[in-house]
T-cell receptor, first 109, second 115 residues
Framework: GENVEQHPSTLSVQEGDSAVIKCTYS??????FPWYKQELGKRPQLIID?????GEKKDQRIAVTLNKTAKHFSLHITETQPEDSAVYFC????????FGSGTKLNVKP | GAVVSQHPSWVICKSGTSVKIECRSL??????MFWYRQFPKQSLMLMAT?????????EQGVEKDKFLINHASLTLSTLTVTSAHPEDSSFYIC???????????FGPGTRLTVT
């Protein structure tokens, strides 16, 4: 199956700074790459996604970039706020999802 | 948007008993549903793909005789944890894609505690 690696496992930033989380995947057939935010005990919430025919996508303070050749994609959060503190997961999909190991983001006020 | 529900939201059972968890798509039909398990402070691990009207497909390392999956209708998949043990205690989440969408809609999860 697909193997998705995610770094870093924890990330601490000051409010207003940017945060970047990176993922790599192994299966070149994967064609959809979502990012999720998960709060403790709750379901994952989709925050942004990108398809394999697109290199970059932005939604307000959040952006995702995809490099198909290198098989890696990244989540960029600008102007971080304390409410951005959560665990973030990347995933890669070809018919089914495989998740990265997660990044705990802590935004310090 | 598409809604997926799960029942129960939490359950406590004794070691050796079986527990059934339901996953329903409320406003769309799902020929495929997915079951995940998430241990504390860990990622979601895909357990199996549930296919309406046919056998589930299990990921490597998942015991199919222990985690029974039934997808009897286009809106309902069930996961039965048989002869549960404390190490089966986890957060179980289902998901389903509405139609031909790439996106998955997740249920709210079921917290299973085996004593």
């Amino acid at each position: 199956g697909e193997n998705v690696e995610q770094h870093p496992s924890t990330l601490s930033v000051q409010e207003g700074d940017s945060a970047v989380i990176k993922c790599t995947y192994s299966d070149s057939a994967s064609n959809y790459f979502p990012w999720y935010k998960q709060e403790l005990g709750k379901r994952p919430q989709l925050i942004i996604d990108i398809r394999s025919n697109v290199g970059e996508k932005k939604d307000q303070r959040i952006a995702v970039t995809l490099n198909k050749t290198a098989k890696h994609f990244s989540l960029h959060i600008t102007e971080t706020q304390p409410e951005d503190s959560a665990v973030y997961f990347c995933a890669a999909n070809f018919n089914k999802f495989y998740f990265g190991s997660g990044t705990k983001l802590n935004v310090k006020p | 948007g598409a809604v997926v529900s799960q029942h129960p939201s939490w359950v406590i059972c004794k070691s050796g008993t079986s527990v059934k968890i339901e996953c329903r798509s409320l406003d769309f039909q799902a020929t495929t549903m997915f079951w995940y398990r998430q241990f504390p402070k860990q990622s979601l691990m895909l357990m199996a793909t549930s296919n309406e009207g046919s056998k589930a497909t299990y990921e490597q390392g998942v015991e199919k005789d222990k985690f029974l999956i039934n997808h009897a209708s286009l809106t309902l998949s069930t996961l039965t944890v048989t002869s549960a043990h404390p190490e089966d205690s986890s957060f179980y989440i289902c998901s389903a894609p509405p139609g031909l969408s790439y996106e998955q809609y997740f249920g709210p999860g079921t917290r299973l505690t085996v004593t």
